[in-house]
T-cell receptor
Framework: QQQVKQSPQSLIVQKGGISIINCAYE??????FPWYQQFPGKGPALLIA?????SEKKEGRFTISFNKSAKQFSLHIMDSQPGDSATYFC??????????????FGSGTQLTVLP | DGGITQSPKYLFRKEGQNVTLSCEQN?????MYWYRQDPGQGLRLIYY???????QKGDIAEGYSVSREKKESFPLTVTSAQKNPTAFYLC?????????????FGPGTRLTVL
């Protein structure tokens, strides 16, 4: 059962454009939503994260928008650059359970930013 | 430099053989994790450990085994019982108190079964 659905699978954007990646979750117990960036042959690295008590979080060119009622969240990359070309994963975790520290990942989006 | 190291980077195995993947961290993190990554499927949790001498199964533990004898080390053994072991394996760690905030990932080991 895929608890976090991510789209699109791949995305091509021109330099300077806006990249948008969407995720939807099913488990309402999730209460922390990080995004990871992965370059080829490397491990993922935390990019930005949000808790459901806020609707938006911005860090530089990266913004997470969160819609709790729709159980959806998205990553916006403003002024996309070729160096942003990577695979992006959304994830979700239930931090309030006090036990498992299990991240549930989306399937990933391969972003290509054309020069 | 603090971080997570995984070795080897590439590993080839014949069918029927067990193989052990190494993961070492010098971040003084309590919790460690093993994930498997397949194309188009994201990362799936194999095993995790919150403290030394304790570990828990993740979503896809069948055919894998782990040990946690030292805080710094969390080796993963891919046994012959794992029917489709070819994948990219990622190790991660986090502090137990702040596990909710960030898991730090190693560079991964690509395992190919011949």
């Amino acid at each position: 059962q895929q608890q976090v659905k991510q789209s699109p699978q791949s995305l091509i954007v021109q330099k300077g454009g806006i990249s948008i990646i969407n995720c939807a979750y099913e488990n309402t117990a999730f209460d922390y939503f990080p995004w990871y960036q992965q370059f080829p042959g490397k491990g993922p690295a935390l990019l930005i994260a949000i808790r459901p008590d806020v609707s938006e979080k911005k860090e530089g060119r990266f913004t997470i928008s969160f819609n709790k009622s729709a159980k959806q969240f998205s990553l916006h990359i403003m002024d996309s650059q070729p160096g942003d070309s990577a695979t992006y994963f959304c994830a979700a975790i239930r931090i309030s359970s006090g036990s498992a520290r299990q991240l549930t990942f989306g399937s990933g989006t391969q972003l290509t930013v054309l020069p | 430099d603090g971080g997570i190291t995984q070795s080897p980077k590439y590993l080839f195995r014949k069918e029927g053989q067990n193989v052990t993947l190494s993961c070492e961290q010098n971040l003084n993190h309590d919790a460690m994790y093993w994930y498997r990554q397949d194309p188009g499927q994201g990362l799936r949790l194999i095993y995790y450990s919150q403290i030394v001498n304790d570990f828990q199964k993740g979503d896809i533990a069948e055919g894998y085994s782990v040990s946690r004898e030292k805080k710094e080390s969390f080796p993963l053994t891919v046994t012959s019982a794992q029917k489709n072991p070819t994948a990219f394996y990622l190790c991660a760690s986090s502090t137990r108190d702040r596990a909710l905030d960030e898991q730090f990932f190693g560079p991964g080991t690509r395992l190919t079964v011949l």
